[in-house]
T-cell receptor, first 112, second 112 residues
Framework: LAKTTQPISMDSYEGQEVNITCSHN???????ITWYQQFPSQGPRFIIQ???TKVTNEVASLFIPADRKSSTLSLPRVSLSDTAVYYC?????????????FGRGTSLIVHP | GAVVSQHPSWVICKSGTSVKIECRSL??????MFWYRQFPKQSLMLMAT?????????EQGVEKDKFLINHASLTLSTLTVTSAHPEDSSFYIC????????FGPGTRLTVL
């Protein structure tokens, strides 16, 4: 399983763009990169998933360089409600062998 | 998107009793579900992989006789914490895959 490394914590202010980078140096060819958001006492919530280049949805963008050894989750114009822990997971999403394993995550605090 | 539910959402029990937590995939079938445990301000720790119709696969250090997992149907997996003790107090989360991974809302277990 590819190990992931993220900053433990980040601080931002309302309205700013936040970029959280995850390192996954031993990512495998079949692995996808998935980001989750977790609020206290809740289960993780899917944010975005990608394989290479750039993926964008209604809440975030995911940037993946050509070597795929890292990825960056970009949250545009954060609000107080974006205060949460963000996890990046790496693994093959097809087939029965994928076991979603969590790293330490990044605790994002958004200040007024 | 797909929905994973857990019941109960919280439970308080006396030391020495057993507690059963249910995990259901509401609108899809899941041959594989995962059980996690999360202590305060820590990441999710994978406990076991629950396989429909067969024995669960436990992670190293997780006592299979204490944490009984039954995956009797394609939409239901149960985790029974037997002879619970205060150190078993934690937040238990299950997940299942329908394309992407979906996580349940979690169950807060407090053992007095």
């Amino acid at each position: 399983l590819a190990k992931t490394t993220q900053p433990i914590s980040m601080d931002s202010y309302e309205g700013q763009e936040v970029n959280i980078t995850c390192s996954h140096n031993n990512i495998a060819t079949n692995d996808y990169i998935t980001w989750y958001q977790q609020f206290p006492s809740q289960g993780p919530r899917f944010i975005i998933q990608g394989y290479k280049t750039k993926v964008t949805n209604e809440v975030a963008s995911l940037f993946i360089p050509a070597d795929r050894k890292s990825s960056t989750l970009s949250l545009p114009r954060v609000s107080l409600s974006d205060t949460a822990v963000y996890y990046c997971l790496v693994g093959a999403t097809s087939g029965g062998s994928y076991i979603p394993t969590f790293g330490r995550g990044t605790s994002l605090i958004v200040h007024p | 998107g797909a929905v994973v539910s857990q019941h109960p959402s919280w439970v308080i029990c006396k030391s020495g009793t057993s507690v059963k937590i249910e995990c259901r995939s509401l609108d899809f079938q899941a041959t594989t579900m995962f059980w996690y445990r999360q202590f305060p301000k820590q990441s999710l720790m994978l406990m076991a992989t629950s396989n429909e119709g067969s024995k669960a696969t436990y992670e190293q250090g997780v006592e299979k006789d204490k944490f009984l997992i039954n995956h009797a149907s394609l939409t239901l997996s149960t985790l029974t914490v037997t002879s619970a003790h205060p150190e078993d107090s934690s937040f238990y989360i299950c997940s299942a895959r329908a394309g992407e991974q979906f996580f349940g809302p979690g169950t807060r277990l407090t053992v007095l």
